[in-house]
């Protein structure tokens, strides 16, 4: 929770807070990757008075923990996540934000949140910060080579594995290139000459 007393209620003012906190739970993306509970969270904000209440500007800087998602490694990854929330003061609220019928407020929400009390709490602007910061698909590098799908090797740790055994299916269509004797198979055929004599060095 943050408190705007300080900043006081005369339109124009502004605060700047640094603060460090912790990680609440579940911050990141169930199951994918997440800042780890407890964690420190840097947070860089800039309070502003305006009429209807205060304009929250922000950024949040953590270090989130995950797993590749082609080589399911553990990977670590900063996150830096910036974002604007406008808390409004309940009594200047009269346009019926807060009571307006079930289904217009999902809709108002995102955009106005009740001070209470003078101290607003940053946790749900703060996860979905993280959350839109955060890759869906995190890997460990972005060349990673990921695993074997035949046997589960990590081809990061071994770059020249290969099964030798081809695959039935995979000899059918060699077979039905061979018979249309297209151009693309001739250009593979010396690129593949070429890796040889490189490797007979
Ligand atoms: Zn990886
Ligand atoms: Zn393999």
Avoid at 13 to 42: C, F, Y
Avoid at 85 to 103: K, L, Q, V, W
Avoid at 165 to 187: F, P
Wanted: charged share 30%; with cysteine; glycine share 8%.
């Amino acid at each position: 929770m943050f408190d705007t007393h300080e900043l006081g209620r005369r339109p124009g003012a502004l605060q700047r807070i640094s603060r460090t906190v912790e990680a609440p739970a579940d911050l990141g993306i169930d199951g994918v990757i997440g800042v780890p509970q407890g964690s420190p969270v840097e947070l860089t904000l800039r309070l502003e008075s305006v009429m209807e209440g205060v304009l929250v500007t922000g950024t949040a800087r953590a270090s989130a923990e995950g797993e590749c998602v082609r080589c399911l490694e553990p990977l670590r990854q900063d996150v830096a996540a910036d974002f604007q929330e406008m808390f409004s003061y309940p009594d200047t609220d009269d346009r019926g934000h807060r009571t307006a019928a079930a289904d217009d407020d999902a809709e108002d929400d995102e955009d106005i949140t009740p001070l209470e009390d003078g101290m607003f709490d940053l946790e749900p602007v703060l996860r979905d910060a993280v959350v839109l910061a955060l890759p869906m698909q995190p890997v460990c590098r972005e060349d990673c080579a990921g695993l074997c799908a035949e046997c589960g090797a990590n081809l990061n740790e071994n770059p020249d594995h290969h099964h030798d055994a081809v695959d039935i299916r995979w000899a059918a269509l060699q077979g039905l290139a061979d018979s249309l004797g297209t151009g693309e198979k001739d250009n593979m055929s010396g690129a593949e000459a070429g890796v040889d004599e490189k490797q007979e060095k």
